[in-house]
């Protein structure tokens, strides 16, 4: 298996690279205004800004004439026009090829926020059989062995205990922190802490925690 190389870019945003092509998933606006230039395929779970940002796809678009874009029905309804041709829609169960890599549609529902808030759509993205994103959901992809999985460390949605049961279902090799720029430096030692090896126990995973710009070979 070739190997890849996984950047963190800012929040949920992530780089995989492989083979001379490049995959951004989530280039939101908490994420750098060129997080997806020099993509070949850009994925986007769900609608939320801090994961959808039209302008950042429009930049990345424009850069490479051949980029393009895979998402939900609820994302591509809204910028299909802008992009005609470029934008591709998929759920739960479909199976694609994007810029060389195998990919694999997992997921229906945003995790629940609050009962008074309409729960949205979201899916999450393994590419390659191997890395796992899930969006802004604790989508365990049923009946696939993931060696990486990108872990939504905070949000609104989530709470410690739920982030450590979910790495214990999913059972990866290795997990990786996103969905983490509202926490402080403060925040990452507490989570690292109960993640890691001196916590209550993920399984036996891996944790880590790539600082935006940071890469990692898979």
């Known amino acids: 298996m070739i190997s890849m190389k996984l950047t963190k870019k800012g929040h949920a945003c992530v780089r995989i690279e492989k083979d001379g092509q490049a995959l951004v998933i989530d280039p939101?606006?908490?994420?750098?205004?060129?997080?997806?230039?020099g993509a070949d395929a850009i994925l986007v779970t769900h609608e939320h800004f801090d994961h959808f940002n039209e302008e950042r796809l429009r930049t990345a678009l424009?850069?490479?004439?051949a980029a393009h874009i895979w998402t939900l029905s609820s994302v591509s309804g809204q910028i299909s026009a802008a992009f005609p041709g470029r934008v591709h829609t998929v759920g739960e169960g479909d199976t694609f090829t994007a810029a060389g890599f195998d990919l694999e549609v997992h997921g229906q529902l945003h995790a629940v926020i609050h009962p008074d808030i309409p729960q949205i759509t979201n899916v999450g993205y393994l590419v390659d059989g191997t890395l796992f994103h899930p969006g802004d959901a604790l989508t365990v992809p049923v009946g696939r062995q993931v060696d990486t999985l990108m872990l939504p460390v905070h949000a609104p949605w989530n709470k410690l205990a739920e982030v450590l049961d979910y790495v214990r279902a999913v059972d990866p090799r290795r997990a990786v922190d996103i969905h983490d720029?509202?926490?402080?430096?403060?925040?990452?030692?507490v989570y690292g802490r109960m993640l890691g090896p001196e916590g209550p126990g993920t399984g036996g995973a891996e944790h880590l925690r790539l600082t935006p710009g940071e890469s990692l070979t898979l």
Do not use: K, Q
């Not at 908490?30 to 230039?37: I, L």
């Open 28 to 37: 939101g606006t908490f994420s750098e205004e060129d997080a997806a230039v």
């Open 62 to 65: 424009d850069a490479n004439p």
């Open 181 to 189: 720029a509202l926490l402080s430096d403060l925040a990452h030692m």
